[in-house]
């Protein structure tokens, strides 16, 4: 697969806005491992290998383990998680999804509530929204992550 094009080189000042959001959410205290899970769980739905790679290596050289980044997907059958990690994958999910659902319940929006203050459900809110703008512009630009040619065995 060949990337369609460089949406930094072809539109720099709307990527200098969205570089600048992005900033203010990487520093805006919520907890830096619970928003790279955060962002590598929106890629995941989305199907954006250049986030998913980009936001699991992000994490494991932040200090999370393997085996956290790799059941990101599968958090609800895992024990692995916080109930505040767990609350804010289910938001992730609600919010990421919207289009399917056309709202979020009472319900979700309370099980939030017990887990985030006001003020961190709208940066949680804002730091989904922010992937999904970056998942919404390397999928169809076909962005592609880096290519590690090292293999398992040379690893090990």
């Given at each position: 697969?060949?990337?369609?094009?460089?949406?930094?080189?072809?539109?720099?000042?709307?990527?200098?806005?969205v570089?600048?959001?992005?900033?203010?959410?990487?520093?805006?205290?919520?907890?830096?491992?619970?928003?790279?899970?955060v962002?590598?769980?929106?890629?995941?739905?989305?199907?954006?290998?250049?986030?998913?790679?980009?936001?699991?290596?992000?994490?494991?050289?932040?200090?999370?383990?393997?085996?956290?980044?790799?059941?990101?997907?599968?958090?609800?059958?895992?024990?692995?998680?916080?109930?505040?990690?767990?609350?804010?994958?289910?938001?992730?999910?609600?919010?990421?999804?919207?289009?399917?659902?056309a709202?979020?319940?009472?319900?979700?929006?309370?099980?939030?509530?017990?887990?985030?203050?006001?003020?961190?459900?709208?940066?949680?809110?804002?730091?989904?929204?922010?992937?999904?703008?970056?998942?919404?512009l390397?999928?169809?630009?076909?962005?592609?992550?880096?290519?590690?040619?090292?293999?398992?065995a040379?690893?090990?």
């Amino acid at each position: 697969m060949q990337p369609r094009l460089n949406f930094f080189q072809a539109s720099p000042e709307i990527i200098k806005a969205v570089r600048t959001l992005n900033q203010a959410v990487d520093t805006c205290g919520l907890e830096k491992s619970l928003l790279h899970l955060v962002k590598l769980r929106a890629s995941q739905i989305n199907g954006c290998s250049y986030c998913v790679d980009m936001h699991s290596r992000e994490a494991r050289e932040d200090g999370d383990s393997e085996q956290r980044v790799l059941l990101v997907a599968a958090w609800r059958e895992s024990p692995l998680y916080s109930e505040r990690e767990r609350a804010a994958f289910a938001w992730t999910e609600k919010l990421t999804r919207l289009s399917q659902t056309a709202m979020v319940e009472d319900e979700e929006f309370e099980e939030a509530r017990k887990h985030f203050s006001e003020d961190e459900l709208v940066k949680l809110s804002v730091a989904i929204g922010m992937i999904n703008v970056w998942n919404r512009l390397c999928v169809p630009f076909r962005s592609i992550h880096p290519v590690k040619t090292e293999s398992r065995a040379a690893a090990e």
